[in-house]
């Protein structure tokens, strides 16, 4: 049985100088992304493209939705397999092309660094990344390959 999901969200343009969309730079790419709940994110268009750069752009929130995705599958999976993180840090890039008629992304490259409490989880932790790639919601829904280079790390045995 298929069990289906909405993800209701709303973005509201912010960006109306007082002429509207008058002219290409006559309006300000500002937006903000909300849905019930969660605090509202301000949005923008790439400071490539009369964006803001201290607002966030949808190719990084493409490129940070496939890291969570991820990352949350595979703490999922190690949870269930024994394998104990104590610490996940992703260093995700992704690359876009922009083209004559508009542009696509080509790939994304996820760099997750673990931290496993014992040796012996090594090996694991690092098989498991394929499987949380198999199992990304996300990553299944993209039409641009997603590249993974992790590290995975022993805990210090002195670390606390």
Known sequence: MTRLHTYPTVVTWTGNKGTGTSG?????RDHELSADGPPVIPGSSDPAFRGDPARWNPEQLL??????CHMLWFLHLCSTAGVVVTAYVDRAV???????????FTEVVLRPE???AAPEMAET???LHTDAHKACFIASSVNFPVHHEPVVRVQDAGAS
């Open 24 to 28: 290409y730079r006559d309006y300000g």
């Open 63 to 68: 490129v940070g939705s496939l890291s969570q």
């Open 94 to 104: 992704g690359t876009m092309a922009e083209t004559a008629d508009g542009g696509h």
């Open 114 to 116: 673990v931290t496993v």
């Open 125 to 127: 932790a690092m098989r």
